[in-house]
């Protein structure tokens, strides 16, 4: 692998709905991001531990093990990748004792709007 692609911000997208991950990964790697996606949290853990992303957008409802329950894994072994909690339904994720200590960068309702993602990337 080159330099050039060693020095990208690896961004890691876990959805249930394929074309939510699609709509976002395909955004994201024409601006020159390398990005990679699962559409559960058993999916998605090795492929974590392997691409070691920057940055993670995180599905609170994936089928059988939620995004926080797949969070709470991830924290086990990476305390660094800044994470990005999403959900299509009413909570108040920012005051959920669930995600406190868990180090949650942003909480946001979908649709994600990607001019708020890019602000914060």
């Keep these: 692998m080159n330099d050039k692609l060693n020095n990208k911000i690896k961004i890691f997208v876990a959805d249930d709905e394929e074309d939510t991950r699609e709509y976002i990964k395909s955004h994201f790697k024409r601006r020159g991001y390398l990005m990679f996606t699962a559409g559960s949290a058993e999916e998605a853990l090795p492929i974590i531990k392997e691409e070691n992303p920057n940055i993670m957008l995180l599905d609170v409802n994936l089928p059988k093990m939620s995004g926080i329950e797949l969070l709470k894994l991830v924290r086990q072994f990476n305390s660094t990748i800044k994470v990005i909690l999403v959900s299509g339904s009413e909570m108040d994720l920012a005051n959920d004792s669930q995600i406190k200590g ?7 309702r979908k649709p994600v709007s990607f001019e708020a993602l890019e602000v914060i990337l």
């Design 102 to 108: 868990l180090d949650v960068l942003e909480v946001m």
